[in-house]
């Protein structure tokens, strides 16, 4: 490195005190040589340079601890081109407004990929992990919840019950590993409804029951639900949120309260539209498989499309009904 007479004015301190001593700052011969109210020298290599920011004094730290707070900014940067400093590259990136686009750019869509396929693919693994008896817990406390809250004893005619579970018990699955499931029917405090638990409760509203109309339709929404269970959608869900819960806690401190109650979260979830497409095909494939009419699926999305004009719940968290219906009728 070069000699130069170059001289800045700073402030030192020792690093023991908060004494601060006025000196100079030249360098000479490779060493940096502090004069004024403190001398001494040392080499330039052994020194470390604080980054640029606006507001704040750059320091040079000593090998020791003691350190420099520089006050001529435009001599120092003028010392340093002398001696050959170079910021680092991470630095230089930082001051750069193009370079912090970029980062910020590139970090977004780092984000956005990994919340469209890293995500569910770790959820999707994670939930083939979860012990059953997890899911089953989930599932009971929730139902035990939504009881308390929101849903009151059916009061559909048993017979009428007992005839659209034994009929659906009796249907062949489209495919293997059929999950374990229990119907369940409720009165509803939101209107006509369907859903499935991670338990493998599928809970299905006397108003829905009774809005459909029709033996068919029932059995078509529990098969939707069915295919659910099948793909295990709600669980991955959940795993999603849990970890995006758990990215924010990260980023931005505790969020309990925002996760605090499972149940109140899961009355929330919205599939995806991947997730409903994978419900109505094992749907559509199970009807198929014992010889129901696939129309039976699109008077439930017709019945609860003319219902949603009354604000239904059903459809609120689930794809236009005009969009899987014109679907149904082209897989024909």
Same mark, same amino acid.
């Given at each position: ?161 007992? %005839? =659209? +579970?034994?009929? $659906?018990?009796? *249907?062949?699955?489209?495919? @293997?590993?059929?999950?374990? /499931? ?113 129309? %039976? =699926? +699109?008077?439930? $999305?017709?019945? *609860?499309?003319?219902?949603? @004009?009354?604000?239904?719940? /059903? ?18």
């Amino acid at each position: 490195m070069m000699n130069s007479e170059l001289i800045v004015a700073a402030f030192y301190f020792d690093g023991k005190s908060s004494r601060r001593h006025s000196v100079t700052l030249a360098v000479r011969n490779g060493l940096a040589v502090i004069s004024g109210d403190v001398r001494r020298e040392c080499a330039i290599g052994d020194l470390r340079v604080s980054e640029r920011f606006r507001n704040a004094r750059r320091k040079v730290t000593f090998p020791d601890g003691a350190y420099l707070e520089i006050l001529d900014p435009v001599a120092f940067d003028a010392l340093l081109a002398r001696t050959g400093f170079q910021d680092s590259f991470v630095v230089r990136m930082q001051q750069s407004w193009r370079s912090t686009l970029m980062a910020f750019a590139m970090t977004a869509s780092l984000l956005v990929i990994g919340y469209l396929y890293a995500l569910p693919a770790a959820a999707d693994l994670a939930a083939k992990a979860l012990p059953e008896s997890v899911e089953h817990m989930i599932g009971k406390e929730t139902l035990a919840f939504l009881d308390k809250r929101m849903l009151t004893p059916s009061a559909l005619d048993a017979a009428r019950q007992q %005839a =659209l +579970i034994s009929r $659906f018990r009796t *249907l062949v699955p489209p495919a @293997d590993g059929m999950p374990a /499931y229990a119907i369940v029917f409720r009165k509803s405090r939101i209107g006509p409804n369907a859903f499935a638990l991670p338990s493998g409760h599928i809970v299905l509203t006397d108003e829905l029951v009774n809005l459909v109309n029709s033996d068919d339709a029932v059995i078509a929404v529990l098969a939707h639900e069915l295919g659910h269970l099948h793909e295990r959608h709600l669980t991955r869900r959940l795993i999603q949120g849990s970890m995006i819960g758990a990215g924010a806690t990260l980023l931005f401190g505790d969020v309990s309260s925002v996760i605090a109650n499972i149940p109140t979260v899961m009355l929330d979830l919205k599939y995806s539209r991947d997730a409903e497409r994978e419900a109505d095909d094992y749907a559509l494939a199970m009807l198929k498989k014992n010889g129901i009419d696939s129309a %039976a =699926l +699109i008077r439930v $999305f017709e019945a *609860l499309e003319k219902e949603s @004009d009354d604000h239904s719940p /059903y459809l609120s968290s689930h794809p236009p009904a005009s969009e899987r219906i014109a679907r149904i009728r082209g897989a024909k």
